[in-house]
Structures are given as C-alpha cells and as structure tokens.
C-alpha cells in the first residue's frame, strides 16, 4: 500500500498585530462583511444627498449599527449624539455641515473597520487552512510509515494460520486412524472366536477325531500366537499415534501461544501510534 503526496509549501501569512486582534474578538460582527460594509456606505451616500433628513437619517443609522455590531458596542451612541440643528439661526448651516463631516469621519471609520476586520478573518482561515494541511500530510506519512510493517505482521500471522490449520489436519488424520485401528481391531476380535466356535460345534463327531483334533490344536496355536501379533502391534502403533498426539499438541500450544503475542504485541504498537498521533494532532 503506497500513498504519495507533492510536497506542499507552507506560506507564512503576515497576521495582525495583538491589539487589531483583542478589537475583532471585542466586536465581532452580526452580518456578514460585505453586507454590513453596504449599508454603511448607503448611509454615507444619503449624507450628501439633497433630500437629506438628519432625525430621520440618525434612527435608521443607530438602528443599523445595532445589527451589525454586537450587543455593548458604541458605535450607535456615538452617531446619537450628533446634532445637526442648532436654535441659533446664523450658526445653522455651521453646525449641520460640522455634524455631516462629523457623521462621515464617523460612518467611514466603520467601514474601514469592518474591511480591516474582514481582512484579518481571511488571513486567519488561510491560516487554519495551511496548518490543517500540515497536520494532514504529517499524519499520511506516519501512516505510510506504519502500513508496510502492519503489512508484514499480517503476512505472519497468515503463516502461522495456514501452519496450525496444517498441524489441526494432521491431527484429525491420525484420530480417524487411530479409530479406525480400535474399530478393525475389535471387528477381527469378534469374528476369530465366531469362527473358532463355528469350527469346534461343526466337527464331524466319529471321524479322524485324530486328524482334526491335531488341526484344531494347530488353529487354536496358530489363532492365539497371531491375536497376541496383533494386539502386541495395535498397541504399538496406538502408542506411537498417542505419543505422535501429543507431540502435535504441544506444538499447537507453542504456536497459538506465540500466535497471542504477536497479536497482542501488534496491537499495542498500532493503539500507541495512532494514540501519540491523535495527541499531537489534538495539541
């Protein structure tokens, strides 16, 4: 299994100073920048504007300053307390000209706020990004890292499969045999002394009770001499396939034995990486 990646540089973005960022966390917005950069710049069009009505103008303002930025900002009180009309006559169009400068310094700053804070948003998800890809491709090396000997433990262990399925045959083989001599065994048991009962009844009582008493001392003789041939060779070979038995079996306990520990052994390898791996990738 081969996983391969180009390499990916790394960018280093220039991140905003400490005090820009302490302000954005302070006010972070209620809309989107874009839309709240739009409706400040409609409302220093209508500053300008021929049809201008400064109360009218002020409590749409404050109402849209209240929904862009977050609840205990200023911004709102600081456009309330703009006055445009004065009860002197001669210093009126002196005091609405000084409140429209007053409210477009005011309107423009905001806007130049949101752009620098929308700024200051982008380059930190690039930020986030890069490191995320960081993260990724050190993670996917470790892992092409760790798969070629998982590989190998995998290959082991369906070696040492097919050795045990191997031995578990073997030893299947040698019970049927074993069965099969214990079952022949009593089966020729059973017919030698029906034969040997056949005979003796079956003897003609008057004639060449010499001759077939010889043979009968022969049969019996030669009966006997080779039932003790075979029990003494049926229980050879039964100890031979016993000890043949056990042998096969201590075997399986060393392979299964060895078997476990690998097992376990592999295990705890793959938990400790893949735990250190989600560690370092959680900090």
């Not at 109402?63 to 210093?91: A, K």
Request: hydrophobic share 35%; with cysteine; charged share 30%.
């Amino acid at each position: 299994m081969e996983m391969a990646l180009g390499n990916i540089e790394v960018l280093t973005a220039k991140l905003p100073t400490q005090q820009t960022i302490d302000q954005r966390q302070v006010m972070k917005l209620k809309i989107p920048a874009g839309q709240a950069t739009k409706i400040l710049q409609d409302r220093l069009r209508e500053i300008n504007g021929s049809n201008f009505n400064p109360k009218a103008w002020k409590d749409k303002t404050e109402n849209d300053l209240r929904e862009i930025f977050p609840l205990g900002s200023m911004q709102w009180l600081q456009i309330s307390q703009i006055h445009f009309e004065t009860f002197v006559t001669s210093e009126k169009s002196k005091v609405l000209a000084e409140a429209k400068e007053t409210a477009r310094q005011l309107i423009s700053s905001y806007i130049d706020f949101i752009q620098q804070y929308s700024k200051i948003d982008d380059q930190k998800q690039i930020t986030k990004e890069r490191d995320y890809e960081q993260k990724y491709i050190e993670l996917l090396t470790d892992w092409n890292e760790l798969v070629p000997g998982y590989n190998e433990l995998i290959k082991k262990y369906d070696n040492q499969l097919t050795t045990t399925e191997g031995l578990l045959e073997s030893i299947e083989v040698k019970d049927q045999e074993l069965e099969r001599i214990k079952t022949e065994t009593i089966q020729l048991d059973n017919v030698s002394f029906k034969k040997l009962w056949s005979a003796l009844f079956n003897l003609p009582t008057g004639q060449l009770i010499s001759i077939f008493s010889f043979l009968i001392v022969c049969i019996i003789g030669a009966f006997s001499l080779g039932k003790l041939y075979e029990r003494t060779s049926a229980n050879n070979e039964l100890f031979d396939l016993r000890n043949s038995e056990r042998d096969l079996e201590s075997r399986i306990e060393q392979i299964t034995f060895s078997y476990d520990s690998l097992k376990h052994s592999t295990k705890a390898q793959v938990d400790t990486v893949k735990t250190t791996k989600i560690n370092d990738t959680i900090r």
